[in-house]
């Protein structure tokens, strides 16, 4: 992205300001209703493009210093959800308050609360972080006094302190999306959008980026809506998940409540052509068989011609392994093609969607 492309993104994602530099005390005002109501409380949103619904009655919410994974494949509506909750397009149906703002009838007061971290890198790559930042800071019309106290807060959240005064143009991936989140977070929101905010860093910048979203949550107890494809990475950072495909939420809960239905374990089977001849009744009778021991799903081979894969979702995995022992040895089938698991957020998208999280719509 060019430099003034970079600039006019950046200050799309920023709170609109307020007619007036806002005091130092509003940028940190805590939400309306006290910490037990929600910083982020959205019902009902919905969107069309002609005759075409992408976002479909999405209803979403986050507490004081929740971290929520709002997670679908590609082609799901998470863009245009988030677009929406971040007040960048108007819902056709649908509320999103803010702290108990309604951010319809008051966007300059909603946005001020609010935080984003694009995906792409939203920076001037000739000027130095701390030159950026600045840049940032008048966008936001912070007061002149409190800029330079903030920026370096920003600095040290991100790890950047001792580089700030380098050209962000001699950055690596990794040091630069530190940067662009700094920026998001100069006037303290209660509540930060970052979108794939790790794509293409490197494991060192990726577990600094960790570090300062737990930060932001444990000392600030802001509340974080986060995106990614990486699905160790929003196991390990998000307190509840919402899943979203075709415009709908299919499921929210906690890492235990959601995987809970998925039984004790996974076991996945692909057969060649030349074992299942060797059964009586093909794939449909192996799929009998296995069905008996859990929630069993048949899904098409990965490239054309290849094996369908029977995934199944074990009450007892004890129980579905001595089957397939049994059904290999009876028949004198290979166990080659068959692969164990635990349930994870991957094989959670896998059952409801019955895509991989990175697959497109």
């Known amino acids: 992205m060019a430099p003034v492309e970079a600039s006019a993104a950046a200050t799309a994602a920023a709170p609109a300001a307020p007619e007036k530099a806002p005091a130092a005390a509003d940028q940190a005002e805590a939400p309306d209703g006290g910490l037990d109501a929600p910083v982020l409380l959205a019902e009902g949103l919905t969107k069309r493009f002609g005759d075409r619904t992408v976002v479909d009655g999405i209803s979403l919410r986050v507490g004081v210093g929740e971290i929520v994974g709002f997670l679908g494949p590609n082609g799901a509506g998470k863009s245009t959800s988030i677009a929406m909750l971040t007040g960048a397009l108007r819902p056709d149906a649908g509320t999103v308050r803010v702290a108990g703002v309604d951010l319809a009838a008051e966007p300059r007061r909603a946005k001020r609360l609010i935080g984003v971290v694009p995906q792409e890198i939203a920076l001037y790559p000739s000027l130095t972080a701390r030159q950026n930042l600045r840049f940032f800071a008048g966008a936001y019309r912070l007061p002149a006094g409190l800029r330079r106290e903030r920026i ?210």
Do not use: K
């Not at 959008?193 to 802001?222: H, K």
């Not at 290849?306 to 007892?316: D, I, K, M, N």
């Open 152 to 361: 370096a807060w920003a600095l040290d959240v991100v790890d950047l302190a001792d580089r700030a005064d380098d050209r962000v143009s001699a950055y690596s991936g990794g040091m630069q999306r530190r940067v662009n989140i700094a920026a998001a977070l100069l006037h303290r929101p209660r509540l930060l959008f970052m979108d794939e905010p790790t794509v293409g860093v490197d494991a060192q910048s990726r577990n600094q980026i960790f570090e300062a979203v737990l930060r932001l949550r444990d000392e600030l107890g802001m509340a974080v809506v986060y995106t990614s494809h990486y699905m160790p990475e929003v196991e390990r950072l998000c307190d509840r998940f919402v899943v979203v495909d075709g415009g709908r939420v299919l499921a929210a809960g906690t890492h235990r409540e959601l995987l809970r239905p998925l039984g004790e374990g996974l076991l996945e089977w692909a057969p060649t052509g030349a074992e299942l001849a060797r059964l009586p009744d093909g794939l449909e009778g192996l799929a009998a068989r296995l069905a008996r021991h859990g929630d069993l799903q048949v899904l098409p081979p990965s490239a054309g011609d290849g094996p369908a894969t029977l995934r199944l979702r074990a009450g007892r995995m004890s129980d579905a392994l001595h089957e397939v022992a049994q059904i290999a040895a009876d028949h004198g089938i290979g166990l080659g093609g068959i692969r164990l698991g635990r349930p994870d957020l991957e094989s959670l998208f896998l059952t409801l969607t019955g895509r991989h999280v990175r697959d497109g719509a």
